[in-house]
């Protein structure tokens, strides 16, 4: 992995600008390539051989126009804290790590999984809090906004939104040892998982809820039930924080069955 851009000191105004909008061009044009295949090639297809599966299959025209703006302007906010986590790391203020023998390798799956679970309990909590009536509608409604969720969705938030979901990378990073290679992989679930999330068409197959394991995993069902309740089904990745705190919608069961036939 070349890391020669990690030799320019950031702290000169053109350098910190060329890596800013590097880095947010990059978010966003990820953004918009790996929605529209998505769409191309599972919302598409899906709707033309099992449109059971479509949950979403119609939405205001003017939506996807309105989500790209608001997920161009997340991803120039991601740009931004990206650039600062960048700084913090060529000053040792963080705790990844590139020598692959500074740990040993079973630490980098335990890491992972550690940091999806304080991720999906920041995100739950935090969730709970923008709904709050008088948060809600001056920050999360945007999201909102989208009751018919679509693959523009998933970026599509007020910037104040935008920053507390990126916020919390830096601050793990801060204290828990993460390889380069995990923190980037964590970076693509999150982008991979917000697509699946809001695409409007169900993938996985109805055996999950019967697995032990794969039924804690959230799906589209999942948050489309959240986008149309708005009081149930807060979770970002897993459904443990939902079930154990009684918000999962009590729907849920029955159009994940119907969905995913």
Known sequence: MDLTFLERDYTIPSAFLYLFAVFSVIIFVRYIIMSGLYQRLIYDRLAKLVPARIISPKYPKDQ???????????????????????????????????????????????????????????????????????????????????????????????????????IIIPLMVLIVPMHLSVLLTLLMIMTVSAIINHAGVEIYPTSWRRNKIMKWFIGSTHHDLHHRRFTKNYGLYFTFWDIWMDTESEEFDEKWKKMSE
């Not at 692959?100 to 992972?112: E, G, K, V």
């Not at 938030?157 to 979901?165: A, G, K, N, T, Y």
Request: no cysteine; aromatic share 20%.
């Open 64 to 166: 996807r126009t309105k989500e790209i703006i608001w997920s161009g302007i997340s991803s120039v906010l991601f740009g931004f804290i990206g650039v600062l986590m960048i700084m913090a790391w060529q000053r040792g203020y963080t705790a990844i790590y590139v020598d692959w023998q500074a740990y040993p390798l079973w630490y980098m799956p335990f890491s992972f999984i550690g940091a999806l679970l304080v991720h999906e309990t920041y995100y739950y909590w935090i969730h709970r809090w923008l709904h709050h009536p008088k948060i809600y509608k001056h920050i999360h409604k945007v999201h909102h906004d989208s009751i018919s969720t679509s693959v523009w969705t998933s970026f599509s938030f007020h910037p104040i939104e935008s920053i507390l979901q990126a």
